[in-house]
T-cell receptor
Framework: DTAVSQTPKYLVTQMGNDKSIKCEQN?????MYWYKQDSKKFLKIMFSYNNKELIINETVPNRFSPKSPDKAHLNLHINSLELGDSAVYFCASSQTGRQRPQHFGDGTRLSIL | DAKTTQPNSMESNEEEPVHLPCNHSTISGTDYIHWYRQLPSQGPEYVIHGLTSNVNNRMASLAIAEDRKSSTLILHRATLRDAAVYYC?????????????FGSGTQLTVLP
């Protein structure tokens, strides 16, 4: 029973293309996140949604657009991919309140050729 | 934001205890101390968290200094599966920003 699942696991594409990464959680959590881990292994928050509403939007290019069709799903669409977008993207979820832990997916490794 | 400082890397022998230190000298009185770890090719995984008192769970123990300026994650018997990057993270109380702010962590190597 995978708690937070992301698809695809690997994504190799060319510069300029548009691609999407999907995330689903079956934990009943109300908050979902996207993090980016760059080549130096630093993990940084990109977006956070609570009950389908955007609550955190860090300094991320407009080419990145998250979409949350319901509480269990948070997708990430990226337009006009650039070389610098190569990274591992992690989806996470948590329940609001009282220092609840975040549960992460296994990541999507995006490589731009 | 309060910052954490951890050693870049540590080594341990299998089946021995491991003490992973974290300094957070500018911690506020209400920040919680969380630990996550990231195994190779996986997402981060929650380990433990605490505020003032020492905490134990099935994965590890967390020892918090009396002045709260440092903490130590204790793995009682390291296994090869514990080889990972361990992150010490400060979280404000509920109502503040909900994201986790990761530092560079400590790469733990477990030797057979």
């Amino acid at each position: 029973d995978t708690a937070v699942s992301q698809t695809p696991k690997y994504l190799v594409t060319q510069m300029g293309n548009d691609k999407s990464i999907k995330c689903e959680q079956n934990l009943g959590h109300d908050t979902m996140y996207w993090y980016k881990q760059d080549s130096k292994k630093f993990l940084k928050i990109m977006f956070s949604y609570n009950n389908k509403e955007l609550i955190i939007n860090e300094t991320v290019p407009n080419r990145f657009s998250p979409k949350s069709p319901d509480k269990a799903h948070l997708n990430l669409h990226i337009n006009s991919l650039e070389l610098g977008d190569s990274a591992v993207y992690f989806c996470a979820s948590s329940q609001t309140g009282r220092q609840r832990p975040q549960h992460f997916g296994d990541g999507t490794r995006l490589s731009i050729l | 934001d309060a910052k954490t400082t951890q050693p870049n890397s540590m080594e341990s022998n299998e089946e021995e205890p491991v003490h992973l230190p974290c300094n957070h000298s500018t911690i506020s009185g209400t920040d919680y101390i969380h630990w996550y770890r990231q195994l190779p090719s996986q997402g981060p995984e929650y380990v433990i968290h605490g505020l003032t008192s020492n905490v134990n769970n099935r994965m590890a123990s967390l020892a918090i200094a009396e002045d709260r300026k440092s903490s130590t994650l204790i793995l009682h018997r390291a296994t090869l599966r514990d080889a990972a990057v361990y992150y010490c993270i400060l979280r404000p109380p509920d109502g503040s920003a909900r994201q986790l702010t990761f530092g560079s962590g400590t790469q733990l190597t477990v030797l057979p």
